[in-house]
């Protein structure tokens, strides 16, 4: 056995890289383990998967691919002398990983079957636009658990805190502590509601008198600046616009067969 790069396609991740038939080769065998044949169609299976991961198609490749199907294959047939199949848990994982291929392979079929047109995709990408707003704002936040400690905060900076100081020692957001709690520009759309509520009150410079409770947890916000929002062009999200359509139909889709269904 030949232990190369290419030798990190397994069988059991084929399922989340593809579902359709693939070449023509079909038929044929690529070789046989004991007298139970590999078919060429398997080959063709880890080879499509293997140059979608982006590695190049080569005989070098395919020959690795080969060797390590003959492999699988004779550690399949061990564990099923070894009456590993009809152990419980395998054959629950093995139902599991059926069901997970069958519902990709439906998701692909109608994620194939229902394309979406331009008027759908120029409607959706407005829509998200208008969502966006005209400005973008440059903000930072401390983070804290309670109310009392974001008062605290509020009394410190008041005082002459440094904002940038406080939210590297006490902010609990890890992404943006160490950036003195600096979270970039971004539309006020993306923040939860009382985030993006206070944020727009704010003018440049200012910080919230209050503190701020969202989901996460109570918030100090200062804004540092604010401009003109510059909206990506259509032809830019085009792709993003489908796939942000195509997942709501199906989400639809989902939800009205789970409507239908008998559960008991």
């Given at each position: 056995m030949r232990l190369t790069k290419f030798l990190?396609?397994?069988?059991?991740?084929?399922?989340?890289?593809?579902?359709?038939?693939?070449?023509a080769q079909g038929g044929g065998t690529v070789a046989k383990v004991n007298g139970i044949a590999i078919p060429q169609s398997r080959l063709d299976l880890v080879i499509k998967a293997a140059t979608a991961q982006g590695q190049p198609d080569s005989a070098e490749?395919?020959?690795?691919?080969?060797?390590?199907?003959?492999?699988?294959?004779?550690l399949t047939q061990e564990a099923i002398k070894k009456g590993l199949d009809r152990n419980p848990d395998v054959v629950t994982q093995i139902?599991?990983?059926?069901?997970g291929i069958l519902i990709r392979a439906y998701q692909a079929d109608f994620m194939r079957n229902n394309p979406v047109?331009?008027?759908?995709?120029?409607?959706?990408?407005?829509?998200?636009?208008?969502?966006?707003?005209?400005?973008e704002y440059k903000a930072r936040h401390i983070l804290v658990e309670t109310?009392?400690?974001?008062?605290?905060?509020?009394?410190?900076?008041?005082?002459?805190?440094?904002?940038?100081?406080?939210?590297g020692e006490r902010s609990i957001d890890t992404g943006s502590k160490s950036n003195g709690g600096e979270l970039g520009w971004s539309s006020a759309?993306?923040?939860?509601?009382?985030?993006?509520d206070a944020l727009t009150k704010l003018k440049k410079g200012e910080t919230t008198s209050q503190p701020v409770q969202t989901p996460f947890g109570w918030h100090v916000i200062?804004?540092?600046?604010?401009?003109?929002?510059?909206?990506?062009?259509?032809?830019?999200?085009?792709?993003?616009?489908?796939?942000?359509?195509?997942?709501?139909?199906?989400?639809?889709?989902?939800?009205?067969?789970?409507?239908?269904?008998?559960?008991?």
């Open positions: 990190c396609v397994p069988l059991a991740v084929l399922g989340f890289v593809c579902t359709t038939p693939l070449s490749m395919r020959n690795a691919l080969r060797e390590n199907l003959i492999t699988e294959e004779v139902d599991l990983a059926r069901q047109s331009d008027d759908e995709l120029r409607k959706e990408y407005e829509s998200v636009k208008s969502q966006m707003g005209d400005k109310e009392q400690e974001a008062k605290d905060l509020v009394a410190s900076l008041k005082k002459g805190g440094v904002f940038e100081k406080l939210a759309a993306v923040y939860v509601k009382p985030f993006s200062r804004l540092d600046d604010v401009r003109t929002a510059v909206p990506p062009s259509f032809d830019e999200v085009k792709q993003n616009m489908q796939q942000r359509v195509l997942q709501r139909k199906f989400a639809a889709v989902v939800e009205s067969l789970r409507k239908n269904a008998k559960v008991e």
